[in-house]
Nanobody, 123 residues
C-alpha cells in the first residue's frame, strides 16, 4: 500500500518561504491519481490548498493561496512539492499530502493521507 510522507515544514517569519515535499513509497502512484495538499489550523476544518494530476499536471489552487503557492511534481521521484512564498500568519497549520482519484478539492474524495507537517508563520 502506498504511504505518503511529508517533510519541509517548520517555522518562518511572515513574508518568508517554505517548500514542502510529499514522497510516495511502498507502491505505485497510478497515472490516474490526483495528489492534493490540504491544511488544518487549530479549531478549524481541514481545507484544500492545491492539487495536481499525476499524469497531466493539471493544477488547481485555492483562491487564498493563488499567486503565492506553487504545486509541482517529480514523477520519477514519486514526489509532489508545495512551494510557499509570501507566507502570512494565516498560513499557519498542519499541512497534509493526500492521494485520490478525483479532481476534487474535498478532503472526503482522498483516500490516502500523510501524517502531516507543521508550518508556523510568525508575525
Amino acid at each position: 500500500q502506498v504511504q505518503l510522507s511529508e517533510s519541509g515544514g517548520g517555522s518562518v517569519q511572515a513574508g518568508g518561504s517554505l517548500r514542502l515535499s510529499c514522497t510516495a513509497s511502498g507502491g505505485r502512484v497510478y497515472s490516474s491519481s490526483v495528489m492534493g495538499w490540504f491544511r488544518q489550523a487549530p479549531g478549524k476544518e481541514r481545507e484544500f490548498v492545491a492539487l495536481i494530476r499525476w499524469h497531466s499536471a493539471s493544477i488547481l489552487y485555492a483562491d487564498n493561496v493563488k499567486g503565492r503557492f506553487t504545486i509541482s511534481k517529480d514523477n520519477a521521484a514519486n514526489t509532489v512539492y508545495l512551494q510557499m512564498n509570501s507566507l502570512t500568519t494565516e498560513d499557519t497549520a498542519v499541512y497534509y499530502c493526500a492521494r485520490g482519484s478525483q479532481y476534487s478539492a474535498r478532503p472526503s474524495d482522498y483516500y490516502n493521507w500523510g501524517q502531516g507537517t507543521q508550518v508556523t508563520v510568525a508575525s
